[in-house]
């Protein structure tokens, strides 16, 4: 059974950074794309950012290109996301899970970006 466990949310001031990282089991991890997504109050789960199976290609949404970055150590079976220039409409729970063919989702991530 494929599990995620993401961790590392919190609050953070706007401008600030933040890291967050999902361990996953239950998968090849190396033969697995990876994408984080985000479900902010009220809204619909977003993609923000994906990652093949190597991290030699990665791919974000508009709203975070240029301020986040997704990277992945498959010896650990750990993908993580770097958030710079958080802006409170980032606030959301952040998620892991596979890109292409979505498994059960783990509890998530709290990330609150307010002064």
């Known amino acids: 059974q494929v599990q995620f466990v993401e961790s590392g949310g919190g609050l953070v001031q706007p401008g600030g950074s933040l890291s967050v990282s999902c361990a996953a089991s239950?998968?090849?991890?190396?033969?697995?794309?990876m994408s984080w997504y985000r479900q902010a109050p009220g809204k619909e789960r977003e993609g923000v950012a994906a990652?093949?199976?190597?991290?030699?290609?990665?791919g974000y949404a508009n709203p975070v290109k240029g301020r986040f970055t997704i990277s992945r150590a498959n010896g650990k079976n750990t993908v993580y996301l770097q958030m710079k220039g958080l802006k409170p409409e980032d606030t959301a729970v952040y998620y892991c899970?596979?890109?292409?063919?979505?498994?059960?989702w783990g509890q998530g991530t709290q990330v609150t970006v307010s002064s």
């Open positions: 239950g998968c090849t991890f190396s033969a697995t794309a």
């Open positions: 899970n596979r890109q292409f063919v979505l498994a059960t």
């Open positions: 990652i093949d199976r190597t991290g030699g290609r990665v």
